[in-house]
């Protein structure tokens, strides 16, 4: 598979960042990406609030919700690495990432409704949801806009 090159890397961290006004660096792989790093990090507080739920729901919705929060920076990656020839792959996969996310969002949702009484705090969970939701939606509104363009252009 063939890299992108530099300027579509810092294009792709440019779209998710409310402020692109700090230097990126070197972007040389999926992992570069601010969209990927924050959904690693959310897959990381995913488990650790699951394990604040009751052992009986391990094969029930800590399973799932571990599943939803591997798979938003996993979708992201596989992304990357089909997308070098077209950014279209790249966007089907930044879709499945953001169903996801909605997915462990309402579990998450779900799990403060049943488990009420254990007053489990899912805040960061919560703030970190709606940043990488924000910066998918971005994502994918800018690579969309940036097709409709593309298309008008060529006159496709």
Not at 91 to 101: D, H, K, N, T
Request: glycine fraction near 4%; include cysteine; proline fraction near 2%.
């Amino acid at each position: 598979a063939r890299q992108m090159s530099q300027e579509r890397l810092d294009a792709f961290n440019d779209l998710c960042m409310e402020d692109p006004a700090e230097a990126y660096g070197t972007i040389s792989s999926y992992m570069d990406l601010f969209v990927w790093q924050r959904s690693m990090d959310l897959a990381v507080l995913a488990y650790e609030f699951t394990a604040l739920l009751p052992t009986e729901e391990r094969y029930g919705l800590i399973s799932q919700m571990r599943r939803a929060s591997v798979s938003v920076p996993s979708n992201i990656a596989e992304g990357w690495g089909r997308g070098t020839s077209s950014d279209r792959q790249f966007l089907s996969f930044l879709r499945i990432a953001r169903g996801s996310l909605f997915e462990l969002e309402t579990q998450v949702e779900l799990a403060k409704r049943i488990f009420r009484k254990l007053r489990i705090d899912s805040s960061a969970v919560s703030s970190e949801l709606t940043i990488i939701a924000k910066m998918l939606t971005k994502m994918i509104i800018k690579i969309e806009q940036r097709h409709e363009d593309n298309r008008k252009n060529h006159g496709r």
